[in-house]
Nanobody
Framework: QLQLVESGGGLVQPGGSLRLSCAASGFSLDDYVIGWFRQAPGKEREGVSCISSSDSSTYYLDSVKGRFTISRVAAKNTATVYLQMNNLKPEDTAVYYC?????????????????????WGQGTQVTVSS
């Protein structure tokens, strides 16, 4: 059974950096997409960045391009996915979640579809404030 554990959130000033980690275990899929999603109060959840296990292709939300970087370190049946967030802005404040699914279309489309799923873990809070 796939298990995902997010960590690394916190309070940071505008312009600061944070690195989120997602420890994933229990993989039984050869080709999957794993990524980071966020939901701010009163807003819909959105896909921030996703990466494919097969070719490492990535997707980024337009508002985070050039500031966020996703990366993946994989071993047998496990993976750790990082989201390096630089030059953080107050509008990045949200609960950040990690999710993974079998890949059956483009990483971009997968990321957008995954953001609409109903079931999520606890996530990790990121607050950008002075």
């Amino acid at each position: 059974q796939l298990q995902l554990v997010e960590s690394g959130g916190g309070l940071v000033q505008p312009g600061g950096s944070l690195r989120l980690s997602c420890a994933a275990s229990g993989f039984s899929l050869d080709d999957y997409v794993i990524g980071w999603f966020r939901q701010a109060p009163g807003k819909e959840r959105e896909g921030v960045s996703c990466i494919s296990s097969s070719d490492s292709s990535t997707y980024y939300l337009d508002s985070v391009k050039g500031r966020f970087t996703i990366s993946r370190v994989a071993a047998k049946n496990t993976a750790t996915v990082y989201l390096q967030m630089n030059n953080l802005k107050p509008e990045d404040t949200a609960v950040y979640y990690c999710k993974s699914e079998y890949r059956y279309t483009s990483v971009q489309d997968m990321c957008k579809m995954m953001s609409r799923r109903d079931h999520w873990g606890q996530g990790t809070q990121v607050t950008v404030s002075s």
